[in-house]
């Protein structure tokens, strides 16, 4: 199964660079590093990231990620997948950039 993480670009850099990150400020702050899955993936771009730009979306496998991977409860009651661990670039099976058209971020047909 696919999970999505939307990074800033210094974010993705950093990735890039360190091959390991704990994730957004957002992310440490709660210990975990937030993901969405493909239904999930445009509610959290319109709550979270509104209007910003210079955006990146990653593809991870899941179920790749083992045990470290928990689906809890959040917004709406919906489950969300949560890494307990630091995500590492190996985890990223492609990212590209999430563009804004019209104000809204244009995922990639038959994400969403």
Partial sequence: MKIYKIFRADEWAQ????KVT?????????????????????ET??????G?????L?????NAMGSALKWEISRGGAEFPHLYR???LEDVEWAQPLELV???HAFPAGLV
């Fill in 86 to 88: 630091e995500l590492r």
């Fill in 58 to 62: 990653l593809g991870c496998d899941a």
């Fill in 52 to 56: 910003v730009e210079g955006l990146y």
């Fill in 22 to 42: 704990t994730g957004a400020p957002i992310d440490v702050a709660d210990g975990y590093v937030h993901f969405s899955t493909a239904a999930q993936a445009q």
């Fill in 45 to 50: 771009a319109d709550k979270h990231f509104a």
């Fill in 15 to 18: 990735l890039r660079r360190d």
């Fill in 102 to 104: 019209d104000g809204k």
